[in-house]
């Protein structure tokens, strides 16, 4: 059971380490926000604020950015394995649908942490300081609950994708929508009825607010209810994800 | 046991069509089982079902003594299969595909690099064991499929159209290798082929299918006498008719449907 999953995690981390161009092509998206919305709008953000600093309320979300991005699309790789055929060899395997979720999901969620702790290595440089070494490690587990449920997430869409024809959709409609309104980049404050009652059903939300503060020290929820809203739903995609697993056919 | 796989009246009907209408057969432990049918006539569809890629709409297979249906592991361990279409992970060598299967079918730690080792030797491709799949010809790739679905011992050996698009040498050496797996291992053979040529050199016991249903089964030999022909090749032809098929995937179901639909009301 652990070396199944451990091979299903390890053969999509060989991928990941076999694809430079993936990985620094990645990397880009979030520099470029973190650039150009920390220096275009830092001064703004100050003003506005009295005096805080922007970079540190932003680093947070573009670490969770870069968590999102690849979590997805490493759940939505399924739809390749498929069009490649592989992902037959592993259904027709005697293996459970619960092995094959819980691997592939370690395997994006790992991948997606690399990429997010890369970026947060990113923000140190652009000046953002992390507090204290428990401040990390609380940051740690936000940052691998959110790659965990949007690896879930990913895989959970895939199941029940044939081909890549609905990409598009789900980037435009679903994961722009859930990055921008998930308050990575700005205060989701004194906002239309609408945009905040959208925000609030924005799972990303509570783990960008849990991530912001465990490092930065600002959290509008209060990080203990983060936590408790971003594992439980972790937890449930999982199973959802489990169960859609089950029916799937090649 | 005399007979590795069972099937009992095997329906499988997507939406309204049918593609596969309440089949029974059983093939014989040992032997050479060559499923035979025109493009459409349901062979991959059956093949889905027997090695529980697709649930049937009805029916019972049992395979090695297991319900495909209920005793789905212990039935997943005891074949082997070459897809139609490839497989392979072409981001992986050779050798890591081998792992990743040996792994996922659970052979013991101990005896792992041992099997996987014979396996790419039957196949040749033990010094390429290092190369990326994406590196490697089709009739490479072939011959690694094959390879792979060997290292966990199966006890029945599913090949749908394993020499399609190949060279005559690499069709020869894949069939040289089959016919060695089934004399030296006791391996049974279920495959499917368009050559028909192939399917009357290597097969003990031939079924034909055609718009779901089993038309004919038999040795070669009777088949050949009870539909007065001198090949297969002819019996097959005189058997499913020369009109030309639709190629068969799930698109062309569908589409097979509607047509069929059509076909139905100008009647």
Redesign the interface.
Known sequence: MI??I???WL?QL??YW??KARLLGSLGQPLLFMITFGFGFGPMYTRASGGANYMDFLAPGIVSMAILFTAIFSGLEVIWDRQ???L?????????RTEIMVGKTLGGATIAMIQGLIVLSLTYVLGFRIPSLASLGLGLIFMSLIAIFFTGLGLAIASKMKDMHGFQLIMNFLIMPIFFLSGALFPLENLPPAIYFISRIDPLTYGVDGLRGAIAGMSTFGIYNDLAVIGALSILVCAIGALLFSKL?? | MQNILSVKSLTKKFDDFTAVKDISFDVETGSIFAFLGPNGAGKSTTIKMLTTVLKPTSGEISINGFNVLKDQDRARASFGIVFQDHSLDEELTAYENMVYHAVVYKVPKKERAERIQKALEIVGLWDRREDYVKKFSGGMKRRLEIARALVHYPKILFLDEPTVGLDPQTRNSIWTHIKNLNEERKMTIFLTTHYMEEAEAIADQIAIIDHGNIIESGTVEEIRTRTETESLEEAFLKLTGRGIRDENNETANKMRMIRGMGRRNRH
């Open positions: 070396e199944v451990y091979i299903l053969r060989k991928h076999r694809s490649f055929g592989f037959k060899e592993t259904l027709v395997a005697p293996i459970s056919e090649a």
